[in-house]
């Protein structure tokens, strides 16, 4: 292109030398065409070079023509001219020159934001920030450090052996100008952009990587926010993904619970009504009909005890929550009664009661105590199929100041870990093939959870698969 602006810078000499006369000093004006022609393509050392030429050029008819014309206005338009191709080319020069700066800035900052609006982890994609800083700031040495949340800061250098982290700058010969920066988006810095240059950094460099330093932190400002929201978005596809496994479960348990509901309701109603009918239509001996009757009775307290279960069920489903009347309880007599009961129902299995001595007075709810106590034991029964050791205990929580407990430890079944959390919750059964024939709704531990929280208080597991399990009721005391 040079070659080209000074081409043309002879082909006007030799025209206006053909052209002669008067008007050649019209035609002179015509220098400062090269001149622009190579500031606009090459810049302010293109601009300069073809407008010093065509300057000298000019001057070689210029003066000759001032000799001969004497010092006219038209001579002194012909000197003042005579700077015109220099000055516009050094002025059209450096403005090509920063709109081009200008224009690479912006190409770097697209990619820079570009490359950060990917995926992944953050320091990966550093090292390419720095490259493209380096190239748009004509700079030596770029290195970025930003504050990664933890200790240990993560930074990236172009090229990247620059200043290997513990080594610092290496030591040059050539004396070079440093600049650090701040990377402040506006809420606090989140790191800095230091570069370095072999030789002169001008105020133009300064404010031009001043401004790069901006938008580069807030480019890393949106692409912590952009992670923020990627990682917002998955827990939040996690837990919807939860919650609906979780209802399908429920909706599942629900079902189960029904089928189980009708047989559980079935097989005393079917006794009731045989009993009833044998009484009724044949003439049984006394003994034998108050063996029916004994048997009716069962079946009836049995019928009572679910369909009690069930309101007491829908009423802490509905929220309302268990009527209490808290009085002062004598705790250690309701154990003992429902020991007594129990043991006598079931010979299997022994009973470890160790007595009143140490049982605290407690203040609540007579009826849900009993109940809570009541379902801990049949279940204790239920899920040691084979029969063995119940050991009841009542205290003052050793681990809970001013809390009451009871506990029932069986050595039945035991329960798998993965389904300790979940037995509290209405309509669960954990599938045991040992006790797969148990009767049970699924509810007796969630109206247990219910009446110790209505109570302020609550209720705990541990249990270990073939083992048994030890069921821990806490109340204040
Ligand atoms: P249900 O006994 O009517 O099935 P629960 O709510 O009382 O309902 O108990 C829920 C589940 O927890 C039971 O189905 C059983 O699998 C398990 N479970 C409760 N108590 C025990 C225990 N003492 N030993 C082993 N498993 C138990």
Not at 139 to 145: E, I, K, M, Q, Y
Request: some cysteine; hydrophobic content about 45%.
């Amino acid at each position: 292109m040079i070659l080209g602006a000074l081409a043309l810078v002879a082909l006007i000499a030799s025209g206006i030398r053909m052209a002669g006369g008067e008007d050649v000093w019209v035609l002179q004006h015509l220098y400062a065409l090269p001149a622009l022609w190579a500031a606009l393509g090459r810049g302010t050392t293109g601009g300069a070079l073809v407008g010093l030429v065509a300057s000298l050029v000019q001057s070689l008819g210029t003066f000759p023509l001032i000799e001969r014309a004497g010092l006219s206005w038209v001579a002194l338009d012909g000197i003042i001219s005579l700077a015109t191709p220099l000055t516009l080319g050094v002025t059209v020069g450096k403005l090509a020159d920063q709109s081009r700066g200008r224009g690479i800035q912006l190409d770097a900052l697209l990619e820079i934001q570009r490359s950060l609006a990917v995926g992944g982890p953050l320091d990966a994609r550093l090292a390419q920030v720095a490259g493209l800083a380096r190239r748009a700031l004509g700079a030596d040495r770029v290195r970025l450090v930003l504050e990664a949340g933890g200790d240990i800061p993560v930074s990236a250098s172009a090229p990247e052996s620059f200043w290997p982290a513990e080594a610092g700058p290496p030591a040059s010969s050539i004396p070079c100008r440093r600049l650090e920066l701040r990377l402040d988006a506006g809420q606090g810095p989140v790191g800095a952009l230091i570069l370095e240059r072999d030789g002169d950094l001008s105020s133009g460099d300064r404010s031009r990587a001043s401004e790069l330093a901006a938008h580069v932190a807030l480019a890393i400002e949106n692409a912590r926010l952009a992670e923020r929201q990627r990682h917002f978005a998955r827990d939040l596809e996690e837990k919807i993904g939860a919650a609906t496994r979780r209802l399908r479960e429920l909706d599942q348990a629900k079902n189960e619970f029904l089928t189980i509901a009708s047989h559980e309701l079935r097989t005393p109603l079917t006794a009731l009504q045989g009993f009833s009918e044998l009484l009724l239509t044949r003439a049984v001996p006394p003994e034998r009909a108050r063996r029916y009757l004994s048997h009716i009775h069962t079946e009836a307290q049995r019928l009572g005890r679910i369909v009690g279960d069930l309101l007491d069920h829908s009423r802490i489903e509905s929220g309302r929550g268990p009527q209490l009347h808290r009085v002062p309880l004598d705790l250690a007599g309701i154990i003992e009664a429902n020991v007594e009961i129990f043991a006598s129902q079931h010979p299997r299995h022994r009973f470890d009661w160790s007595g009143s001595a140490r049982v605290p007075a407690l203040c609540a709810d007579r009826d849900a105590v009993d109940r809570m106590l009541k379902n801990l034991l049949s279940n204790a029964i239920k899920y040691s199929p084979r029969g063995g050791r119940i050991r009841v205990e009542a205290g003052f929580a050793p681990d809970r100041p001013g809390m009451v407990e009871v506990s029932v430890e069986d050595d039945g079944v035991g329960i798998a870990a993965e389904a300790l959390p979940r037995i509290f919750d209405p309509y669960v059964r954990v599938a045991n093939p040992e006790t797969a024939t148990a009767p049970g709704l699924g509810l007796g531990l969630s109206l247990v959870r219910g009446l110790a929280h209505a109570h302020g208080g609550s209720v705990e597991v541990e249990s270990l698969p073939g083992k048994g399990s030890r069921f821990r009721v806490l109340l204040p005391g």
